[in-house]
Every structure is written in structure tokens, then in C-alpha cells.
T-cell receptor, first 109, second 114 residues
Framework: DAKTTQPNSMESNEEEPVHLPCNHS???????IHWYRQLPSQGPEYVIH???SNVNNRMASLAIAEDRKSSTLILHRATLRDAAVYYC??????????FGQGTELSVKP | DAMVIQNPRYQVTQFGKPVTLSCSQT?????MYWYQQKSSQAPKLLFH???????NEADTPDNFQSRRPNTSFCFLDIRSPGLGDAAMYLC?????????????FGEGSRLTVL
């Protein structure tokens, strides 16, 4: 299964933008890039996904490098409720989601 | 309204006493997954169903079994729980080949083994 690498932890201040990086060194041409997050004591939740183009939704933006070997999840204004573990994936639709260690984001008031 | 419902949310069992965790979904998704998440670790895929086809991960112990009697329900059976099986068990669903491939997770069932 494809593996991604992320920093173990990051810190942000409230109301500031956060850029969470992910390396997709083994991504294949048909894999989508997905991001999920897991808030404390909850199941993971979908954040955003993309294939080649940058994507925006109400939760976040996703910037995908031209070679697709890296992506960045952008939270435009971090809130305390954004404190969570963020996971990125190379996802082949119809396949399995295999979790890496993720990035634990802490947000300071 | 919750779309993936897990019961019970908290389960306490004794060492070696079988336990069953349930997952139901209102999404009519054809794929259902079971993950195990131990404290401070990432979720680990145990197995998944693609419709009625069962797909076991290579390193899932035989102690863990699953049943899917219909599209809406899936069960995780732990035949003889050990102390090392204490964890949060997460159920998720997806529609294979769907537009987004998004997985929907339940809130989890936390298992304590005494």
C-alpha cells in the first residue's frame, strides 16, 4: 500500500493560517490525494480530496504539487476546534484507506 | 443525524470473554470497514467488506472475526479478548467507485478488557 509521510506535530496560533505538508513519494497516477482529521475522542472525518488541481471547500484548501509528490492542506484561519490529528492518504477509489501516523495540530489561543 | 452508528459506545469485558461490536449505516454504502485504534496510535485496518466479499488484512489476528448479514449492518466479534485488544474500534463505510471515495466513520466503540 502507498505510504505518505507527515511531520509528527505542528503548532499554530488561533486565527492564523496553517499549512500542513504531506509527501506522497509512491503515489500512482490514478490515486487521489485525501485528507482526513480526527478530533479528540471522535472518529476520523473527511476534510478534502483532489487529483491534480488545487481544491477548496468550506473546511480547507488543498494545494497539490505539479508532480503530485507533495500536497499541503491549508486551514485559512485556525480555530481551537481545528486542534486534531490530520492524516493524508494516497487513495485509489474503491481501495482501502491505510492510516499513517498523521500530524497532531495544536492551536494556541 | 448520525449516518454510521456504532454500539455500544463503551464496552467492558473480562479477559477471554467474547464480545461483539455492531455497526449500522443509513447510507446504503456497499463497503464497510473495521479499524482498531489503540491509545495514541493511528487507526489500523482489520478487514473490510465489499458487498458480501470479506477482505481480511494479512496481519489481523484470527481472534477477530466479522459478519455482515445485510448491507446496513456489520459486526466485529472478538472471540477471546486479551488485554492487548483494549482499543477504540471504528467502523467506516464508503461507496466503492463513488465520486469522492469519502469514508464515513462512526464515533467508535471503546473496549476495555479487565
Amino acid at each position: 500500500d502507498a505510504k505518505t509521510t507527515q511531520p509528527n506535530s505542528m503548532e499554530s496560533n488561533e486565527e492564523e493560517p496553517v499549512h500542513l505538508p504531506c509527501n506522497h513519494s509512491t503515489i500512482s497516477g490514478t490515486d487521489y490525494i485525501h485528507w482526513y482529521r480526527q478530533l479528540p475522542s471522535q472518529g476520523p472525518e473527511y476534510v478534502i480530496h483532489g487529483l491534480t488541481s488545487n481544491v477548496n471547500n468550506r473546511m480547507a484548501s488543498l494545494a497539490i504539487a505539479e508532480d503530485r509528490k507533495s500536497s499541503t492542506l491549508i486551514l485559512h484561519r485556525a480555530t481551537l476546534r481545528d486542534a486534531a490529528v490530520y492524516y493524508c492518504f494516497d487513495y485509489n477509489q474503491g481501495g482501502k484507506l491505510i492510516f499513517g501516523q498523521g500530524t497532531e495540530l495544536s492551536v494556541k489561543p | 443525524d448520525a449516518m454510521v452508528i456504532q454500539n455500544p459506545r463503551y464496552q467492558v469485558t473480562q479477559f477471554g470473554k467474547p464480545v461483539t461490536l455492531s455497526c449500522s449505516q443509513t447510507l446504503n454504502h456497499n463497503v464497510m470497514y473495521w479499524y482498531q485504534q489503540k491509545s495514541s496510535q493511528a487507526p489500523k485496518l482489520l478487514f473490510h467488506y465489499y458487498d458480501k466479499d470479506f477482505n481480511n488484512e494479512a496481519d489481523t489476528p484470527d481472534n477477530f472475526q466479522s459478519r455482515r448479514p445485510n448491507t446496513s449492518f456489520c459486526f466485529l466479534d472478538i472471540r477471546s479478548p486479551g488485554l492487548g485488544d483494549a482499543a477504540m474500534y471504528l467502523c467506516a463505510t464508503s461507496t466503492a467507485g463513488g465520486r469522492t471515495g469519502e469514508l464515513f466513520f462512526g464515533e467508535g466503540s471503546r473496549l476495555t478488557v479487565l
